[in-house]
């Protein structure tokens, strides 16, 4: 059995667009101020946070890891899970950049998301 390397990074939307990011995948709910439509090629919105778990986070009414984990529960969605599967596919053999409003990934979804595609098992053949 041979294992393929799935090409998956993230990096803020207001970063600036790089000739190696590949298919590059914006995951808001909203779209970001001032980002022109060119530079984004998919933009998925079902892979987003909620609105209201967004702004219970940003409101302060969920700490990080609450929020991490009622993003995980949203993510169980079949909708969510299609479009999952979907990117993992796309990843395993091309690239694929996870992009957020998020300055830092350390406490954005997008690094969440990036484990979910990354951890994504079809199931039995």
């Known amino acids: 059995m041979t294992t ?3 090409a998956l990074v ?5 970063e600036t667009a790089a000739a190696g990011d590949g298919l590059r995948v914006l995951v808001t ?6 980002v022109s439509r060119t530079t ?16 219970a986070y940003k409101n ?6 609450r929020y991490c984990h009622q993003y995980l529960i949203e993510m169980r969605r079949q909708s969510a899970r299609r479009e999952i599967h979907r990117l993992a596919k796309i990843a395993r053999s091309g690239r694929i950049t996870l ?18 595609i990354l951890g994504f098992d079809e199931g039995p053949t």
Do not use: F
């Open 4 to 6: 393929q390397a799935i």
């Open 99 to 116: 992009m957020c409003v998020c300055k830092y990934e350390g406490q954005c979804h997008r690094a969440l998301l990036r484990d979910l």
């Open 10 to 14: 993230t990096k803020s939307v207001y």
């Open 60 to 65: 302060g009414e969920l700490d990080w890891p």
């Open 29 to 34: 709910q909203y779209w970001p101020r001032g």
């Open 40 to 55: 984004i090629d998919e933009y998925v919105r079902e892979l987003a946070p909620s609105r209201a778990l967004l702004h």
